[in-house]
Nanobody, 119 residues
Framework: QVHLVESGGGLVQAGGSLRLSCAAS????????MGWFRQAPGKEREFVCA????????NYADSVKGRFTISRDFAKNTVFLQMNNLKPEDTAVYSC????????????WGQGTQVTVSS
């Protein structure tokens, strides 16, 4: 069982930045994929980005490439999402998730944090 807690959401003006954190319960995450997803009102949840906990390779949705950066801190068991040049269409609840097998099946989810970007 992996427990995830997100933080860092809030209200920001278009063009601004936010940094989200996802603190994971203690344990070994070698081989795990840590991902960020978002869901806007009335829309389906969509993939934002992911990182291989061990190797550090990353993957981004086209809509956030060049603006968002995912990273991890081994000592803190935490994954970060740095979001720059935010746009109103980035408004959503952002959730982190863990794919233990690295096969695209996210088994553990955080509760989410709201990000609101005003125009």
């Amino acid at each position: 069982q992996v427990h995830l807690v997100e933080s860092g959401g809030g209200l920001v003006q278009a063009g601004g930045s936010l940094r989200l954190s996802c603190a994971a319960s203690a344990g070994t995450f070698n081989g795990y994929i840590m991902g960020w997803f978002r869901q806007a009102p009335g829309k389906e949840r969509e993939f934002v980005c992911a990182i291989n906990w061990s190797g550090g390779s990353t993957n981004y949705a086209d809509s956030v490439k060049g603006r968002f950066t995912i990273s991890r801190d081994f000592a803190k068991n935490t994954v970060f999402l740095q979001m720059n040049n935010l746009k109103p269409e980035d408004t959503a609840v952002y959730s982190c998730a863990v794919d233990p097998a690295g096969r695209g099946r996210y088994a553990y989810w955080g509760q989410g944090t709201q990000v609101t970007v005003s125009s």
